[in-house]
């Protein structure tokens, strides 16, 4: 373990004892990552914040379910995804039934992509419907199966597939006009 891990369990021993000092030290010191994952599943950044303050009470809450023995950074991306998960079936971005259409999933090659910048993806991954954007990064960014997918957002194994699909073929449209501009100007 090393000293900054040594760092974190102390200061989660301290939040577990309500000290306030301890709580704002771990909101500062995890704040950036944390807005940086929940602008993957927020299309702006006061949705991002949004989910983001939810996550730390929870965190703060639910301290007592931390294994310290674990590392604390992954435990606290699992509160937020879970977080950003709720907070859109709160507030209905997510739909429940079944797609009529199933959309096979194909592989998908996508030149120049390492051309583009951080923010250029996360803009285009922004830009896609709600739905499409969290299957898309629990599949993706966060290796869910589509089964896991389907129970934690209460919708068909095939949605998931198709939802995939979809986003992958959306960000594919998007990305060959910009990865052809690039090639051509790079």
Request: net charge neutral; hydrophobic share 35%.
């Amino acid at each position: 373990m090393n000293a900054d891990e040594i760092q974190v369990i102390q200061l989660i021993k301290d939040c577990k004892n309500h000290n306030r000092l301890a709580q704002e030290t771990l909101y500062k010191k995890y704040y950036a990552y944390g807005l940086t994952v929940c602008m993957h599943y927020s299309s702006e950044r006061s949705e991002a914040e949004d989910i983001l303050i939810e996550s730390f009470y929870k965190v703060f809450s639910k301290l007592d379910q931390f294994d310290e023995k674990n590392n604390f950074k992954p435990w606290f991306r699992k509160v937020i995804v879970n977080t950003a998960i709720d907070y859109h079936r709160k507030y209905g971005k997510i739909k429940t039934t079944e797609s009529l259409l199933y959309v096979q999933e194909e592989s998908i090659e996508l030149t120049g992509l390492d051309l583009l910048g951080y923010d250029d993806l996360l803009e285009l991954l922004n830009k896609l419907p709600t739905q499409y954007r969290l299957v898309f990064n629990l599949y993706v960014i966060e290796g869910y199966s589509h089964e896991e997918i389907a129970e934690k957002l209460g919708i068909g194994f095939s949605t998931s597939k198709s939802n995939l699909s979809r986003a992958k073929m959306q960000l594919r449209n998007a990305l060959l006009p910009m990865t052809n501009k690039i090639a051509n100007h790079g």
